[in-house]
């Protein structure tokens, strides 16, 4: 949302002082704050950079480990329909709330007070206007089971590679491989780039359906707010 801020990218210098980025992260948080962000996030794979931001009261909410699948490797997953009936549509405005309701039930508390996102959140995500999946920039699912929302995944085409987002609910488990294959359908009609996911260490049993559908785990790092 508008009100928070992530560090994209930082880097140093061969044989800079690590201590030189500390003024510099200071000033982007102090020019974050004065342009209304109330968290500003990051994401480090190393533990010289955590201890870096912790200089700067960053604290560590959550472990992602990143997953790519190039599209040579992609392999359809045969899936075993279950008995309970489901569906998987674009987003549309009245799932907000579902999907703010989903989120609350697959992450743990601590996360979710240190995170901050509302149902306001997912609303300032929703599309101005609806587009062809080939055309998209960005594609919103959500998996509609007979409880409700069940799942939700984004797909953002990029220039060097595509990513993907997915939440399944713990009672939805087993229809996290119908919701990712939905999601790669539509990566079919993009350029054949590379597809990026990462995936949070407390959604850490979806990895399987990942690693089925053909990713595979580069490594991982923390998120720090």
Do not use: N
Not at 51 to 62: E, G, H, Q
Not at 64 to 81: F, G, H, L, N, Q
């Amino acid at each position: 949302g508008p009100d928070k801020c992530t560090i994209m990218r930082l880097g140093l210098a061969p044989q800079g002082d690590p201590a030189i980025l500390v003024p510099l992260l200071e000033a982007l948080c102090v020019h974050a704050v004065d342009h209304g962000a109330g968290r500003v996030f990051a994401a480090v794979a190393d533990d010289e950079g955590a201890s870096l931001l912790r200089r700067l009261d960053l604290v560590a909410y959550a472990d992602e480990t990143i997953y790519r699948m190039v599209r040579e490797e992609t392999r359809e997953e045969e899936v075993t329909r279950q008995a309970a009936s489901f569906a998987i549509r674009p987003l549309r405005s009245r799932d907000v709330w579902g999907v703010h309701t989903l989120y609350a039930a697959v992450t743990p508390r601590p996360v979710q007070l240190l995170e901050g996102l509302t149902s306001d959140d997912w609303e300032f995500r929703l599309p101005h206007r609806v587009a062809w999946p080939g055309m998209a920039s960005e594609v919103r699912l959500v998996l509609e089971a007979e409880a409700g929302v069940g799942g939700y995944l984004t797909l953002t085409r990029g220039s060097r590679g595509h990513r993907l987002e997915m939440m399944v609910h713990p009672r939805q488990r087993v229809l996290a491989g119908p919701l990712l294959q939905a999601g790669l359908d539509i990566a079919a009609h993009w350029p054949p780039l590379p597809v990026y996911c990462g995936l949070r260490g407390y959604q850490s049993e979806l990895g399987q359906v990942l690693e089925s559908a053909g990713f595979q785990s580069m490594g991982a790092h923390t998120l720090m707010v």
